[in-house]
């Protein structure tokens, strides 16, 4: 029975010890932030990584005048982005973000003598544990304002 008494006792005085080192209260309300110490248990990871899909270009349909790109919330895109042709040329190109949308806008737009465009997310920061990315895309042509699903792009994590 004392041994039973023993472990509970060092039991309970573990815990208050442990547990007072985790938990502050400030209250001091003067002040605007009430918070001290913070810390984050398992930090994020982020790695910057290239990113690079291709969109073929309709051959009986209106030129592409822009390109907008919904990007997940776990992802952070840069406005580092190349477009090139179906020739391995740059494509001359116009980047807006608008929350989590980057906007691809074409000065010239894109035709049917095109017949493929490459879109390169050259700085994409993303956390390591994410198992992949999954963008929506949209398109807008010319003549229309109405932004048209045009399919999603996957990228799974090796």
Not at 50 to 71: A, C, N, Y
Not at 112 to 135: C, E, F, M
Request: charge should be positive; proline fraction near 4%; charged fraction near 20%.
């Amino acid at each position: 029975m004392r041994k039973l008494i023993n472990v509970g006792v060092l039991t309970i005085s573990a815990v208050a010890i442990i547990s007072t080192g985790y938990a502050t209260a400030k209250t001091n309300d003067t002040k605007s932030n009430n918070t001290e110490n913070n810390t984050q248990l398992f930090p994020t990871r982020w790695q910057l990584v290239k990113q690079t899909f291709q969109i073929r270009v309709p051959k009986h349909g209106k030129p592409l005048k822009q390109l907008i790109v919904e990007t997940p919330s776990n992802v952070a895109v840069s406005n580092d982005i190349s477009v090139f042709d179906d020739k391995a040329q740059k494509v001359n190109i116009d980047i807006s973000v608008d929350n989590k949308k980057i906007i691809i806008t074409f000065p010239e737009a894109v035709t049917s003598s095109t017949s493929k465009i490459l879109v390169s997310l050259n700085r994409v920061q993303q956390p390591t544990d994410a198992s992949g990315t999954v963008y929506n895309l949209l398109a807008k042509v010319i003549g229309s304002d109405v932004e048209i699903p045009i399919g999603q792009v996957r990228f799974q994590k090796f």
